[in-house]
């Protein structure tokens, strides 16, 4: 079993010690809970807002008489995670609680004004995996908004960006491609908080929001998740654990965007394997190895999902064994993975359409890239300006 997987291993981690890390959640309830003292909340969240306990920040606050939680507000999968990627999400009423839930994720995207109207703030805790494409991020934006039009303040319970906060790759998207899995400019992967992702969106918003943020204490940008001595809990269904987590982007960049490459979901190892049908796993493994990836290995494998687009078909890939999540580069390996796929078979590299393409890597020049480039610099130097642009505006909305 993986170290990343026997959590709390401390040796191999390389770390004095775990639990440094204090959530937004749990000082909203503690040192920081005037800022909703005698308040009517609302409450954005799902099964991934729990505080170290694994208590539910709803069942905390609904169970709270300082303050009152008049309403919930559920993003995709739903408030507690029982909806699957890409339903629709219904408004209903939460059996825990007992409390209304709108939907973010159903017929509209963002907060009605309707069910902020008897609010005195909105309060947003969702764990994020790092990525533009994770629709969460997008959902942070539409309550951004929804707050600067009901005039109340958007208060962000912080949590890690479980890829640490040190690196961000890829190209910003053109605008006119942005959509719910690419609501904004920052490069695919981003290195913020969703605190300083909401700063980074209010620079953005062209309206006057209070946006606050909760902060984490303890948190420090080279840290992981593993690193945090936090619990993880599953922030999607296919996202188990936090070797998924890490391996997203990786391999959600491939499948999830060319038909004819899997990603792994439909398999017990969900965005760990990347491959296709026909191809040689073992030819695959060897160029991977060649190309040099930083903290992640390769082994062969050979498997039927038995959902999904491949479903009951033979995929022959490679299954990514993460072995140092600090020194790993998703989006690299992304590109790696498809240049040594094409060299197998170049139809594998057409994308479900260009718009798709450009809403995930966020332009055409790098589809180009990837169908001619020789090496992985040639096709990742397309993101070097937007990563510099980037770099200069995301130090001005940093917390940690």
Same mark, same amino acid.
């Given at each position: 079993? $993986?170290? *990343?997987?026997?959590?709390?291993?401390?040796?191999?981690?390389?770390?004095?010690?775990?639990?440094?890390?204090?959530?937004?959640?749990?000082?909203?309830?503690?040192? /920081?809970?005037?800022?909703? %003292?005698?308040?009517?909340?609302?409450?954005?969240?799902?099964? #991934?807002?729990?505080?170290?306990?694994?208590?539910?920040?709803?069942?905390?606050?609904?169970?709270?008489?300082?303050?009152?939680?008049?309403?919930?507000?559920?993003?995709?999968?739903?408030?507690?995670?029982?909806?699957?990627?890409?339903?629709?999400?219904?408004?209903?009423?939460?059996?825990?609680?007992?409390? =209304?839930?709108?939907?973010?994720?159903?017929?509209?995207?963002?907060? #009605?004004?309707?069910?902020? #109207?008897?609010?005195?703030?909105?309060?947003?805790?969702?764990?994020?995996?790092? $990525?533009?494409?994770?629709?969460?991020?997008?959902?942070?934006?539409?309550?951004?908004?929804?707050?600067?039009?009901?005039?109340?303040?958007?208060?962000? *319970?912080?949590?890690?960006?479980?890829?640490?906060?040190?690196?961000?790759?890829?190209?910003?998207?053109?605008?006119?491609?942005?959509? &719910?899995?690419?609501?904004?400019?920052? =490069?695919?992967?981003?290195? @913020?908080?969703?605190?300083?992702?909401?700063?980074?969106?209010?620079?953005?918003?062209?309206?006057?929001?209070?946006?606050?943020?909760?902060?984490?204490?303890?948190?420090?940008?080279?840290?992981?998740?593993?690193?945090? !001595?936090?619990?993880?809990?599953?922030?999607?269904?296919?996202?188990?654990?936090?070797?998924?987590?890490?391996?997203?982007?990786?391999?959600?960049?491939?499948?999830?965007? &060319?038909?004819?490459?899997?990603?792994?979901?439909?398999? =017990?190892?969900?965005? /760990?394997?990347?491959?296709?049908?026909? *191809?040689?796993?073992?030819?695959?493994?060897?160029?991977?190895?060649?190309?040099?990836?930083?903290?992640?290995?390769?082994?062969?494998?050979?498997?039927?999902?038995?959902?999904?687009?491949?479903? !009951?078909?033979?995929?022959?890939?490679?299954?990514?064994?993460?072995?140092? #999540?600090?020194?790993?580069?998703?989006?690299?390996?992304?590109?790696?993975?498809? @240049?040594?796929?094409?060299?197998?078979?170049?139809?594998?590299?057409?994308?479900?359409?260009? %718009?798709?393409?450009?809403?995930?890597?966020? $332009?055409?020049?790098?589809?180009?890239?990837?169908?001619? %480039?020789?090496?992985?610099?040639?096709?990742?130097?397309? &993101?070097?300006?937007?990563?510099?642009?980037?770099?200069?505006?995301?130090?001005?909305?940093?917390?940690?």
């Amino acid at each position: 079993m $993986s170290c *990343l997987r026997r959590f709390g291993c401390v040796w191999a981690l390389g770390i004095a010690a775990l639990g440094q890390v204090t959530l937004g959640t749990e000082r909203i309830l503690g040192d /920081e809970v005037s800022r909703i %003292a005698g308040k009517r909340v609302g409450l954005v969240t799902n099964p #991934s807002g729990v505080d170290r306990n694994l208590i539910s920040t709803a069942d905390r606050l609904a169970a709270d008489r300082r303050f009152r939680l008049v309403r919930l507000f559920g993003p995709e999968h739903g408030i507690r995670g029982d909806v699957n990627a890409g339903d629709k999400v219904g408004g209903s009423v939460d059996a825990r609680t007992g409390l =209304p839930v709108e939907s973010l994720y159903g017929a509209k995207r963002r907060p #009605s004004p309707e069910s902020l #109207s008897d609010l005195d703030a909105l309060l947003f805790d969702i764990q994020d995996v790092g $990525s533009r494409t994770y629709t969460y991020a997008s959902t942070l934006g539409e309550c951004l908004h929804a707050c600067a039009d009901a005039k109340i303040p958007l208060i962000v *319970l912080d949590r890690p960006n479980p890829q640490g906060g040190l690196r961000f790759e890829g190209s910003r998207l053109e605008p006119e491609f942005r959509s &719910f899995i690419g609501w904004s400019d920052t =490069p695919v992967t981003h290195g @913020l908080t969703f605190g300083e992702l909401a700063r980074y969106y209010q620079t953005k918003l062209g309206k006057s929001v209070d946006l606050q943020v909760v902060t984490m204490k303890g948190w420090r940008r080279e840290l992981t998740f593993e690193e945090t !001595g936090l619990p993880w809990v599953p922030t999607s269904p296919h996202i188990p654990d936090e070797v998924a987590m890490h391996l997203y982007v990786a391999t959600g960049m491939v499948g999830g965007v &060319f038909p004819g490459l899997s990603e792994g979901v439909g398999t =017990p190892q969900p965005f /760990e394997i990347v491959g296709a049908p026909g *191809l040689d796993e073992h030819r695959l493994k060897q160029d991977l190895e060649a190309q040099k990836h930083l903290g992640v290995r390769f082994r062969p494998c050979v498997v039927r999902p038995y959902y999904g687009k491949f479903v !009951g078909k033979e995929v022959r890939g490679v299954q990514l064994h993460l072995e140092a #999540s600090a020194q790993f580069l998703p989006l690299r390996t992304a590109v790696g993975l498809l @240049l040594a796929m094409r060299a197998q078979d170049p139809k594998l590299l057409v994308p479900e359409s260009e %718009a798709s393409f450009r809403k995930h890597w966020g $332009s055409l020049a790098i589809l180009a890239a990837l169908k001619t %480039a020789k090496t992985i610099e040639e096709v990742v130097s397309q &993101f070097a300006d937007d990563e510099a642009a980037f770099a200069k505006e995301r130090a001005k909305v940093l917390l940690y």
